[in-house]
Structures are given as C-alpha cells and as structure tokens.
C-alpha cells in the first residue's frame, strides 16, 4: 500500500512495517527500531545487498523520514545505493570485518555511537578506529553541498550563460553538393 504513494508524506510509517508492528497494529516490542535505545537513530546498521528488491525511491525515502541520514552495510542493492544517493541518504559501505565489529559494539551496547565523516570519507567507530568508504564524487558533492542533481544543474546556470556568450553557434546554411 506504501507504493501507491507519489510524494514522501507519511512514507516512514510503512519502514519495515510487517516487523515493527503486530497484527493488530500496535508496536511490537521485539523489533530493535521499537526498543527505547533506538529511538532518535540516524545511522541504520543493515544486512548484505540491503535494499534488494527496493527498485523505486519509497525505501529511502521510508528510512529517511524516520530520521535516518545514512545506512552501514557490507553492500547494497545497486537501484537502491543509487535513489538513496539522489535523496541525500548516504549509503556507507564497509568491509566485513569492520562490519561484525560493528555488530559486536552494538551487541555489547545497544546505545552504541558512530560517527560518520562524509567530508573525509569516514566512519569512527566506538574506541575511535576511523575506516574509510567509498563514494563517488559527484554524490559526495551534492550530499555536502545539500543539493540534488537538479539543484546542481541549476547551480550551473550562470557558467552555462558565460559559455554560450562566449561560443556562438555557427550555422553553415550552404548546401553540400
């Protein structure tokens, strides 16, 4: 039913829904997203190829109107790393022993704490390791510089003006024999 949707209104009540709610509609209290210490999350902690089968943009629009800003996993769903990346919900891709690390911290404490460094490149785990992780470079710029494509494009309006001032189109209207 969440798929109907055309805007991102309400979007994040269906995040995970079959698991984060009962039957009859109440919260179910043995879903990590519903315990008290996940409350107010912005960093999701995912599964191998996270966001397979999400080919249209309500799976990160979901996480990312339940306050989510980016996702760590070992590796995501192409469709899906790229309409997150076009919304501004950063996919962070990790190696797998960084990955269980991370695991384990959360285990040991459910309030764990990471930071995540887009401008360097870098998620600083509990104890302080910082581990690095890709992201292709128009992505990273338009997620610092809190734009879209679109808002880049249109960014680019003036030096396109310059451009076409300064390069006339040249027509040859003379027919080629």
Avoid: M
Avoid at 92 to 114: A, F, K, M, Q
Avoid at 148 to 175: H, M
Wanted: glycine fraction near 10%; aromatic fraction near 10%; hydrophobic fraction near 40%.
């Amino acid at each position: 039913r969440y798929l109907k949707v055309v805007d991102k209104e309400g979007i994040a009540e269906g995040l995970f829904y079959a698991w984060r709610y009962l039957p009859d509609g109440t919260p179910n209290p043995d879903f990590v997203l519903n315990r008290p210490e996940s409350q107010g999350a912005t960093v999701l902690v995912a599964g191998k190829n996270f966001g397979c089968g999400s080919s249209r943009e309500h799976a990160p629009w979901a996480l990312q109107g339940y306050g989510f800003k980016a996702v760590i996993s070992p590796s995501f769903a192409d469709i899906f790393r790229g309409n997150s990346l076009k919304i501004g919900l950063l996919p962070i891709t990790v190696d797998e022993d960084t990955y269980h690390e991370l695991l384990s911290h959360i285990e040991e404490d459910p309030e764990t704490t990471v930071t995540v460094d887009l401008e360097n490149q870098k998620v600083v785990l509990p104890g302080g390791r910082a581990v690095t992780f890709p992201i292709d470079g128009f992505a990273k710029y338009c997620l610092v510089n809190g734009v879209d494509q679109l808002g880049f494009l249109q960014q680019q309006a003036d030096a396109v003006a310059a451009y076409e001032a300064a390069s006339p189109i040249t027509v040859n209207t003379k027919a080629q024999n």
